[in-house]
């Protein structure tokens, strides 16, 4: 079984910072890449920020300045530094792993529950 947790959220004021970590646990051969979603009311999910297993990493254009996504491979976690919030980045953010169980597995996705991002004065 394989658990993604978030935490890190919260409600933060224009312009403030929050930093976001997703833990993985339970049985993981090897994580090949983490990322983080974001869903705000009555918009599709979409991606915010990815890195690989190489440490490549990619950002949706809105963020890209403000926001850094890190990992530590030991720990099996990602974080997302997030600074210089906007009302717009009010959402739920989700992390997803792409990873293998076993050496002969296949990769599959696997997704946290979620934690909110709220951005407001």
């Known amino acids: 079984q394989v658990r993604l947790v978030e935490s890190g959220g919260g409600l933060v004021q224009p312009g403030g910072s929050l930093r976001l970590s997703c833990a993985a646990s339970?049985?993981?051969?090897?994580?090949?890449?983490m990322g983080w979603y974001r869903q705000a009311p009555g918009k599709q999910r979409e991606l915010v920020a990815q890195?690989?297993?190489?440490?490549?990493?990619n950002y949706e254009d809105s963020v890209k300045g403000r926001f850094t996504i890190s990992r530590d491979a030991a720990k099996n976690t990602a974080y997302l530094q997030m600074n210089s919030l906007k009302p717009e980045d009010t959402a739920v953010y989700y992390c997803?792993?792409?990873?293998?169980?076993?050496?002969?597995?296949?990769?599959?996705?696997?997704w946290g529950q979620g934690t909110q991002v709220t951005v407001s004065s």
């Open positions: 339970g049985t993981i051969f090897t994580i090949d890449a």
């Open positions: 997803k792993a792409v990873l293998r169980t076993t050496a002969w597995s296949t990769r599959r996705d696997y």
């Open positions: 890195i690989t297993s190489g440490d490549s990493t």
